[in-house]
């Protein structure tokens, strides 16, 4: 079997050795994206459901106990609610309607959700679609050893190419075992990415939704003169329906 330790080509061994460390890079990134996308799936989930559940949106925007992307994006959106909600500040971050403040505050939330999702993923590309050639250059040096030995020592024989032969197969095969699980980790992972940015911004436009009819400083929001006296007495509904209504 061919040793790498006692291979006589430092450049193939250069190759070798460099296809090793992407192939744990690889796997190391696996592991770590693997468990963030988890991770955040099911803190989204349960922050949801406990959303939800809530009897009003000001009893939503006291869940303090669940992380992850929805969490975080909500409470950005509370905390610009409150500030417009309780003071008027005349600096540019927050000039505008109320509104606009809090698609802005989403917005901006969403986007550090997506780059924390997307951290790695380009290392993962970069291996899946540079290692074939990387053991292709492992390949050809290999190749170019075996004929130099004929050269050298004008025989064919098994000994003579056995080695760099060896050499050129072994960065082949591990060029095409590196790169295979770096796109398809790289292709799982980036749909995931788009499935959590779809659920992230459909549940931001159910929270502006929401604040339309509240604000926080207390009061209630009137939504037209002829639902004033209605709104006032009527029963609190699920968030749910008030989301679509």
Known sequence: MFDIENSKSLIVDGVLYSLIAFSVVTWTLLLVKGFQHWRASSQTKRYKKEFWSAPNILAAAEIQDVDGPAARVANAGFHTLRDVDTHVSNDLEHTGDRQDLLERSLRQQILKERR??????????????????????????????????????????????????????????????????????????????????????????????????????????????????????????????????
């Open 116 to 245: 924390s999702l997307d951290s790695g993923l380009a290392i993962l590309a970069s291996i899946g679609s540079t290692s074939p050639f990387v053991g292709l250059f492992g390949t050809v040096w290999g190749i170019m050893n075996a004929l130099t030995n004929i050269g050298a020592l004008g025989s064919a024989s098994l000994e003579v190419v056995a080695g760099p032969i060896g050499e050129a197969l072994v960065a082949t095969g591990l060029g095409i075992a590196v790169a295979v699980p770096a796109v398809l980790a790289y292709n799982f992972f980036t749909r995931r990415l788009k499935l959590i940015s779809g659920d992230l911004d459909d549940f931001a436009a159910d929270l502006i939704r929401l604040s339309r009819k509240v604000n926080f400083s207390g009061k209630a929001i009137d939504l037209s003169a002829s639902k004033q006296s209605t709104d006032t007495n009527s029963s609190v509904v699920n968030l749910k329906n008030e989301a679509f209504a």
